[in-house]
């Protein structure tokens, strides 16, 4: 009977470690999910919004492109004297226009830069669920087998993506580029 008794309390200890580590990677996964949609979010609008300025940067660009050829045909057709203030118009439009489109080109460009850098946070969180989800499947392999071998791999998955939820939440920069490449 004592042997029975240590053998229940042997499996209710293991038991209890699966279902300690389940619950911390589970709520781990679930900051992380939310953290990652509001990256994602972020991700979506400065995709637009760098989107939006290349296209008005274009437009702009059409723009300063028909008001020089404009220029130039009227220039020719028509003496100088005679379509001075048209000119004088033409000059002051390419004048905006040229000065808009390094601006335009540059909040473009940020918005890009901002882009990836939300990118390398996003990955991080998708490597994180990841190893968490595996993590959580292989502990609950431990509590099937009750063996202490899959509770160990399980913490070495959850630690590899709790790093992740920490690289993430915290800002750092650190990317999982080989998984990355094998999962992309």
Not at 15 to 42: M, P, Y
Not at 90 to 99: C, L, Q, S
Not at 160 to 177: A, E, N, Q, R, T
Request: proline share 2%; with cysteine.
């Amino acid at each position: 009977m004592e042997v029975e008794l240590s053998a229940e309390a042997k499996d209710k200890s293991l038991n209890r470690l699966v279902a300690i580590t389940v619950v911390v990677l589970s709520v781990a996964v679930g900051l992380g999910n939310i953290k990652d949609g509001n990256i994602v979010q972020g991700m979506a609008q400065a995709q637009a919004n760098s989107l939006d300025r290349w296209n008005e940067y274009q437009a702009t660009r059409t723009k300063l492109h028909i008001v020089e050829t404009a220029r130039t045909q009227l220039a020719a057709s028509a003496g100088p004297a005679r379509a001075a203030r048209a000119l004088a118009s033409f000059d002051a439009d390419t004048a905006k226009y040229r000065a808009e489109t390094p601006g335009l080109a540059q909040q473009a460009k940020n918005f890009s830069a901002q882009y990836d850098a939300l990118n390398v946070h996003d990955d991080q969180f998708d490597a994180a669920e990841a190893s968490l989800s595996t993590a959580i499947s292989i502990a609950a392999v431990a509590a099937l087998t009750e063996s202490m071998i899959p509770l160990v791999a399980a913490w070495a998955f959850g630690a590899f993506g709790l790093f992740f939820v920490f690289c993430g939440f915290l800002g750092w920069s650190f990317h999982p580029d080989v998984l990355s490449t094998i999962l992309g």
